[in-house]
């Protein structure tokens, strides 16, 4: 029986277009999800729209339409970027589908039956920019002497009838679940963020409102409708069919892996597996938080209107080459920023020369020379095999620094071995052998499309559309492009006749702003 996999992305709210902070943790699921896929994995990935709140109820109400109408196209925006990206998920949830409506109702029963949900009043501070609830010590001073959040979000005083849950009760069982787990949070700084959070104490949060009704009813008391992260959170069960707790759910859920940005951890890390244990659920294996990205120096917001939308980048650089770039320019984890000239670096330097133009030479060298039929290796050299060894042992690597989301790490293992290709060619000079040693030439091709070939199966999650091309050109059949197709045993053979090679990576023009092969 295969092993199983569940990651998800957060869901994002319909109030905001679709931008690059929101492709980023996507790609980054979907990279992972390729490659547990393609490591034998049963992988379930799941991603969505956040769609209930006052948030969403307040963008709805100022362009004068119905809520669900906003969410309903704005919800669209999501899933047309989903396909944009070339995203692998295989559901799609969006809050205000019946299916969640009957999950959130039945975790809350639970929570209630367990006896952790009590009636009581609010009085405090709310943001409904962050949805987030923030105590007077939290809050700054904004130009003009008003409150902000922390977040410099604008906060309103509420003072309301509200069910509370009793987080305070979960103090040393999420320490325990903590100390006992090392790995329930990455990367180790927001581990230990979490961490004294946590050791700081804990109050109970308020879980409902009733000043608008945008949202789930509470059973029982439909005055109330849910707050809108218990009713978000709970997406990721939903989509495994609780309350049903067999099938999907007893398959996926103990191997489920949250991604979300450094924003929302407090909710994921926090409130999530306190919830769930007070309904005596498992809480989810690992969440990991991803840095934020600024552009061109610049935070993204609306007021400056620099936020830049995925399917330009996509229409301008071409979908493998912004994957690649958002994965490997900043270390997982790490803040980056987004400039034309990082990005334009990465595609010309390391996707055009390094990787692109390794294959190419050597693919139209065979096709020039040895009319495109892939030559039989002779005697091995010491240096074939070095070169060969490094191909071989590439997937253990990659897949120690996946399962941390070392992304960057994958990355920079991959291209050890593109550059020790570039300087085996340099120095095998095939060419130059062509007239010296015809024989040896052809090994030396040999072990660059062995070595290809390696390169292009352990990039695949990366940039999938251009590998599958690559393999393509090297005639690997599309059923033979697992992980575990990897290795001597399955080398390519000797006499294999090669299509036409054509460039996979082509290079960015920064001034003409179009690509040229
Ligand atoms: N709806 C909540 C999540 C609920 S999950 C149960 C939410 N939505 S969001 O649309 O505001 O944000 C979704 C994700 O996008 C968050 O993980 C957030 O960190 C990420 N990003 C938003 N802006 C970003 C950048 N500028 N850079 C990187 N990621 C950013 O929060």
């Known amino acids: 029986m295969s092993k199983a996999f569940y990651i998800t992305t957060p869901i994002y709210y319909v109030n905001d277009k679709p931008h690059i902070g929101h492709a980023y943790t996507t790609i980054a699921c979907d990279v992972l999800a390729r490659f547990k896929r393609l490591d034998g994995f049963d992988v379930k990935f799941l991603t969505g729209t956040d769609e209930h709140g006052q948030k969403v109820a307040k963008a709805a109400a100022d362009?004068?339409?119905?809520?669900?109408?906003?969410?309903?196209q704005n919800s669209k925006n999501f899933r047309d970027l989903a396909a944009t990206l070339g995203i692998s998920n295989d559901d799609f949830i969006r809050t205000t589908e019946e299916r969640h409506v009957k999950s959130c109702q039945a975790l809350w029963k639970r929570l209630e039956d367990n006896g952790h949900i009590y009636l009581d009043k609010y009085a405090g501070w709310y943001a409904v920019r962050d949805e987030a609830y923030y105590d007077e010590a939290e809050l700054t001073k904004g130009p003009n002497g008003e409150r902000l959040a922390p977040t410099g979000a604008p906060v309103e005083w509420v003072e309301e009838e509200s069910y509370f849950f009793n987080l305070s009760k979960w103090q040393d069982k999420l320490l325990a679940l903590y100390d006992a787990n090392p790995n329930f949070i990455g990367p180790k700084s927001r581990f230990n963020e979490v961490y004294s959070f946590v050791k700081g104490g804990l109050r109970d949060i308020s879980i409902s409102r009733t000043t608008f009704s945008w949202g789930i009813p509470v059973p029982g008391n439909d005055k109330h409708v849910m707050y809108v992260w218990i009713d978000a959170l709970t997406n990721y069960i939903t989509a495994l069919g609780y309350p049903n707790e067999k099938d999907e759910y007893a398959t996926f859920w103990p191997e489920a892996h949250h991604m979300v940005g450094k924003d929302i951890i407090r909710f994921h890390c926090v409130y999530w597996p306190a919830f769930l244990m007070a309904a005596d659920l498992?809480?989810?294996k690992r969440v990991y938080a991803h840095g934020w990205w600024t552009v061109e120096g610049q935070k993204m917001s609306k007021s400056l209107g620099n936020a830049i939308d995925p399917n330009h980048m996509v229409a301008e650089y071409g979908l493998d080459q912004i994957r690649y770039f958002l994965l490997r320019e900043v270390p997982f984890g790490n803040d980056g920023d987004f400039s034309e000239a990082a990005i334009a670096?990465?595609?010309?330097?390391?996707?055009?020369?390094?990787?692109?133009?390794?294959a190419q030479r050597f693919l139209s060298f065979i096709g020039k020379n040895l009319d495109g039929v892939l030559p039989a290796a002779g005697d091995l050299t010491g240096e074939d095999r070095e070169l060969l060894s490094a191909c071989y042992?590439?997937?253990?690597?990659?897949?120690?620094?996946m399962d941390r989301q070392a992304f960057h790490e994958v990355l920079e293992s991959i291209w050890n071995v593109v550059r020790a290709a570039n300087g085996y060619v340099d120095k095998q000079a095939p060419w130059t052998l062509k007239k010296t040693d015809p024989e040896r030439m052809k090994t030396v091709l040999y072990v660059l499309a062995e070595t290809v070939r390696h390169i292009a199966i352990l990039m695949q999650p990366f940039t999938p559309h251009a590998m599958d091309k690559l393999l393509d050109q090297l005639a690997v059949p599309t059923d033979k492009r697992m992980f575990t197709d990897l290795g001597e045993a399955n080398a390519l053979q000797g006499g294999l006749v090669l299509p036409t090679p054509q460039g996979v990576f082509p290079r960015y023009d920064v001034k003409a702003g179009k690509g040229t092969a």
């Open 345 to 358: 670096g990465r595609i010309n330097g390391e996707l055009a020369n390094e990787l692109g133009n390794l």
């Open 63 to 72: 362009k004068g339409i119905e809520a669900i109408a906003l969410c309903d």
């Open 393 to 401: 042992g590439l997937v253990d690597q990659c897949r120690g620094a």
């Open 282 to 284: 498992p809480p989810p």
